[in-house]
């Protein structure tokens, strides 16, 4: 039957054979390609795919359309190393080849790859190792085991395929070692008319070759579109990507366990043109036109937001690998915010943001030998910040003080990677209270030169709230900040060469300052104006034209511990051990360094208008209080240049209306200051001061104006003063019983240095050296004051003889022994005392006689003696110059001499004088005396005798004083014209005193 056949069949006609024969071959062609390849494809396909991935691999169907050419695998799926999950899966591939285009062009051409539901997913273990890590692995060692190709003539594969597409694919990763997983989804891709050999032209055609559109979807819908057109040979891509709102959040969990801060939310957006190229010197690329925007930042630590961002904004990003070169439009920072806390010394932020990265093995490579990479250049045209703000709470220093910055501004000029240019800026911003009020705005304009290190800036501070510094001050100042605000407009420029120079004005308002000891206004000023500042720290000088104080006020009190409220305002601190890290400069290093390169301070005028001072002493009872009003004036040219002195002229008013003034010369600023002042007082009213009168003398105060004339030069730290003090009538009160009243006759004194018009005028002398610990003005002026009291008091007769010019002593009167009559020299010593008592209407002067006990008994014995002779001699008189040895040889009054001696003593004359007469014989050898010799040594010895015996009573001594010092008084009154109520005789007779023949005088008020 076959060969019947047969044979029929080639009685056929040629063209039926070929017909038959092409029938014959077709349909062997449609159950190979339709039926056999599919199932052999279906059935060793996942075996040989197993072998080469190492993996489980299933696949549910393979269909081939053989008259379409069109093969179709469905559900294709790679698992992932032991585990039952997959790795990729695939819903369908399909691919169908353009037979007539292939045969017509001689090269293979496809109609299109369609790629159906792809799903890729893979991780990253714990120990950094990828999921596919194997697969990747069993390549390598593939392709080292197979022989290089040594032919290749640079053509690649002739291939085109009219398009590839790619619908809703899907691409999870997963990280193990950080808990992240992220997963996009609608991922489509259309390759257009590919073609491997086709070129990117500028001239497109109306089907451009290898036109590529990718399309991607990621978590929270976040979208990315890439579209443009590549070329294979050479290798070289174009297009744009735009990315839409894609969240980062994912992607930070990737570095979250090296960062401690928590990214809360954020999204980025971006377009860009890009071009990529592979050139025999390696990919190149280059970015154009594009921007960038991250949009809605926000950083958080455990608890609370950190850091966020309205948006950051690129534009104009243009880069180029081939020329090194990346540029920046602008970038805009807007509505920033950051929260900090300063603690420990340390900010919170600078740890929340410092990563803690795990420590590498890794060694760096070692650079190439002679090759230095060109660096990248790269710029930025403008940074712009917008209505940012910042809080940073202050635990370490300000005490949990809070600062809140608001309305940050800033914009910059040019930047450029070399530094090359200099980055102009502009800044502005404003301080907010705690209480979010305004409390400053500082603005800023400038630039900086990173090359050398230099800044200029213009600066302006308005209106800044000291309050706010309060925190700072309290811990080391015993003070209440209330008010004040510090404004400043100025230039500054610093660089490493000319280091820090300022210029400008400084303004402080409305200053108000409490001290915590007596919760009452220590300091306050409406406005200290300082102008035309320089400093040049490279210099070392500060120059400053004009120091305007309108309306100062100091207050200064001294507490009842006699402690004044100035002495307690630094709060005292122990001394803190430096740490052994930190370098040690001895002090006198430190002292050798400023002495040698002292700042030069130069401050044309220091103005004061309008002050007022206020002191008090809460120490003495009553508490005594006095102010300086409209004190008005100006220290002019201060300066630290040896050899310069500042003028000092001060006017104001004590109590409103004593005038004061300070005029002379000062120079504080030179190693050794120097001054020269004159200050005074006129009519200054001392009741003001009969709180201290009657604490320390004793008395309070009923009237008297002080005029004080004060003058003080300090040389070679050597204070020397000339006060003069006039004191106009002075009137003492009652007495205040004051326990620290010092123990002097207070109105002895007054009536001592008061003259007759009721003025006291003193000139006081004060000395002292300022480097002794224990100096201070007050304590050495009341030292010269009390030492004149002192002085005048204890040494009141020298005082009233300075008064008459007198050399004299004035506080006695002498008398001759037995005698109460004045002699002339002490008349001339009384008209002296009564001239000083003129000049001191207020004192007094008490009188008491005295008696020498043997002077003046033993003259009244020989009176006595004398008046016997008189009588009993019978004589008129006796002689003027009578005495033992002048007494005569003979006559009456030797006759009454021997009746006295016989009849008084009961002695004989004749034996008295035998016994004489032995007695110089004896003394000259046994040589008789003369007659003459022995008549006066027994009239001597019976003169004496006699004297001896006479009785002198205790009253006749007593009235002998009393008479001595009515002598006295009786002068003064009678021929000096002293009113007699000034002159008091004391009681000579009840306390007799026997030291001396003189009338002693005492001083009283």
């Known amino acids: 039957m076959f060969k019947s056949a047969y044979k029929k069949f080639k009685s056929f006609p040629i063209w039926l054979k070929i017909t038959s024969y092409g029938v014959i071959l077709y349909g062997i062609y449609l159950i190979l390609l339709g039926l056999v390849a599919p199932y052999v494809i279906q059935t060793q396909l996942p075996s040989a795919l197993q072998t080469m991935l190492g993996r489980e691999v299933s696949l549910a169907k393979v269909s081939i359309n053989p008259f379409?050419?069109?093969?179709?695998?469905?559900?294709?799926?790679?698992?992932?190393?032991?585990?039952?999950?997959?790795?990729?899966?695939?819903?369908?591939?399909?691919?169908?080849?353009?037979?007539?285009?292939?045969?017509?062009?001689?090269?293979?051409?496809?109609?299109?790859?369609?790629?159906?539901?792809?799903?890729?997913m893979f991780s990253r273990q714990q120990d950094g190792s990828l999921s596919f890590q194997d697969i990747l692995t069993r390549f390598a060692q593939r392709a080292k085991k197979q022989p290089k190709e040594t032919h290749d003539d640079g053509k690649i594969f002739a291939l085109r395929i009219g398009k590839i597409s790619l619908l809703n694919g899907q691409f999870a990763f997963t990280d193990s070692a950080t808990g992240t997983h992220l997963h996009y989804q609608k991922l489509h891709f259309n390759l257009n008319h590919f073609d491997t050999r086709a070129l990117i032209s500028s001239h497109q055609t109306d089907k451009p070759h290898n036109k590529f559109d990718l399309k991607l979807t990621g978590q929270q819908q976040g979208q990315m579109n890439l579209t443009g057109q590549l070329q294979l040979s050479p290798f070289k891509a174009v297009g744009h990507l735009s990315v839409q709102r894609v969240a980062l959040t994912p992607y930070w969990q990737l570095i979250q366990p090296y960062i401690r801060a928590q990214f809360a939310h954020g999204t980025l957006t971006t377009k860009l043109l890009f071009a990529v190229n592979v050139q025999k010197n390696g990919l190149q690329w280059q970015l154009n036109d594009g921007s960038l925007a991250l949009n809605n930042l926000q950083w958080q630590d455990k608890t609370q937001p950190k850091v966020s961002l309205a948006h950051i904004k690129l534009s104009h990003i243009n880069a180029s690998s081939a020329d090194k070169s990346a540029s920046i439009g602008q970038v805009v920072l807007s509505k920033p915010q950051v929260e900090a806390v300063l603690k420990n010394n340390s900010l919170d932020l600078v740890r929340l943001f410092t990563p803690k990265w795990p420590a590498s093995s890794s060694t760096k490579s070692a650079p190439s030998q002679g090759q230095s990479a060109a660096p990248w250049q790269a710029s930025l045209d403008q940074v712009s910040l917008e209505d940012g703000s910042v809080s940073l709470v202050d635990d370490d220093f300000g005490q949990g003080t809070r600062w809140d910055i608001k309305k940050i501004s800033l914009k910059t000029g040019q930047l450029s990677s070399d530094l090359s240019r200099a980055i102009k800026y502009q800044l502005s911003l404003a301080l907010m209270s705690p209480s979010h009020q305004n409390a400053g705005q500082l603005s800023s304009s400038g630039e900086i030169v990173p090359q050398t290190q230099s800044v200029r800036a213009k600066l302006k501070l308005s209106d800044f709230d000291l309050t706010t510094l309060g925190a700072y001050i309290t811990p080391y100042v015993n003070i209440q900040l209330h008010s004040g605000q510090l404004?400043?407009?100025?230039?500054?420029?610093?660089?490493?060469?000319?280091q820090f120079d300022y210029q400008g004005n400084l303004a402080l308002t409305q200053l108000s300052i409490d001290d915590n000891v007596t919760d009452k206004p220590l300091l306050k000023w409406q406005k200290m104006a300082i102008n035309s500042v320089h400093f040049s720290q490279a210099k070392n000088i500060l120059d400053i034209k004009q120091i305007q104080l309108t309306k100062p006020f100091l207050r200064v009190v001294v507490t009842p511990k006699r402690q004044t409220n100035l002495s307690h305002l630094l709060v005292s601190h122990q001394a803190a051990k430096p740490s052994s890290h930190q370098a040690k400069e001895p002090p006198q290093t430190a002292a050798t360094k400023s002495a040698a390169n002292p700042l030069k301070i130069n401050i044309g005028k220091i103005s004061l208008s309008q002050g007022r001072a206020f002191f008090a002493d809460r120490s003495i009872t009553p508490n005594f209080a006095s102010g300086i009003d409209s004190l008005n004036g100006d220290i002019s040219h201060l300066s630290s240049k040896p050899g310069t002195v500042a003028k000092v002229h001060l006017k104001g008013a004590i109590d409103q209306y004593a005038p004061v003034t300070l005029s002379g010369e000062i120079n504080p600023l030179l190693k050794q200051p120097y001054l020269n002042?004159?200050?005074?007082?006129?009519?200054?009213?001392?009741?003001?001061?009969?709180?201290?009168?009657?604490?320390?003398?004793?008395?309070?105060?009923?009237?008297?104006?002080?005029?004080?004339?004060?003058?003080?030069?300090?040389?070679?730290?050597?204070?020397?003063?000339?006060?003069?003090?006039?004191?106009?009538?002075?009137?003492?009160?009652?007495?205040?019983?004051?326990?620290?009243?010092m123990n002097l006759p207070i109105k002895l004194a007054i009536a001592l240095l008061q003259d007759r018009h009721g003025v006291i005028d003193l000139g006081v002398q004060v000395s002292g050296d300022v480097n002794d610990p224990s100096f201070g003005v007050g304590s050495i002026i009341w030292a010269a004051i009390k030492n004149v009291i002192t002085k005048a008091v204890m040494s009141p007769f020298s005082l009233l003889a300075k008064l008459v010019g007198s050399d004299q002593q004035l506080n006695y009167v002498a008398f001759a022994p037995g005698r109460a009559m004045l002699d002339k020299s002490e008349q001339q010593r009384l008209d002296k005392l009564a001239e000083a008592l003129k000049k001191r209407p207020k004192l007094k002067v008490n009188v008491r006689g005295s008696v020498n006990l043997a002077q003046d008994a033993l003259a009244i014995s020989e009176f006595k003696l004398k008046q016997q002779l008189l009588k009993v001699s019978g004589l008129a008189k006796l002689p003027k110059d009578l005495s033992a040895s002048q007494f005569p040889m003979q006559g009456p009054l030797v006759d009454g001499l021997d009746k006295l001696y016989t009849s008084q003593l009961k002695k004989s004359v004749k034996a008295t004088r035998k016994k004489i007469v032995a007695q110089i014989k004896a003394q000259q050898g046994g040589k008789e005396p003369s007659a003459e010799q022995v008549t006066t040594a027994v009239h001597i010895s019976m003169y004496n005798q006699l004297i001896k015996v006479q009785k002198v009573p205790k009253s006749q001594l007593q009235n002998l004083a009393q008479i001595r010092a009515q002598q006295v008084k009786s002068y003064l009154v009678n021929h000096d014209k002293i009113d007699p109520d000034r002159i008091f005789l004391r009681n000579s007779k009840a306390e007799l005193k026997t030291d001396s023949t003189k009338v002693k005088l005492q001083i009283t008020e």
């Not at 400043?488 to 660089?495: C, G, H, K, P, T």
């Open 677 to 741: 002042l004159d200050l005074n007082f006129k009519n200054v009213e001392l009741v003001s001061v009969s709180p201290y009168s009657g604490t320390y003398a004793g008395y309070y105060i009923d009237k008297g104006q002080l005029d004080l004339g004060l003058n003080y030069q300090l040389k070679d730290n050597q204070l020397l003063g000339k006060n003069h003090i006039v004191i106009n009538q002075l009137q003492l009160g009652k007495a205040s019983n004051s326990s620290k009243a």
């Open 487 to 498: 404004s400043s407009v100025a230039q500054l420029r610093f660089s490493p060469k000319q």
């Open 68 to 120: 379409l050419l069109r093969a179709r695998i469905d559900d294709l799926s790679v698992a992932k190393s032991e585990s039952s999950k997959k790795l990729f899966a695939l819903k369908r591939l399909e691919v169908e080849v353009n037979f007539w285009q292939s045969l017509l062009t001689l090269n293979p051409t496809l109609s299109h790859i369609n790629i159906d539901a792809p799903d890729v």
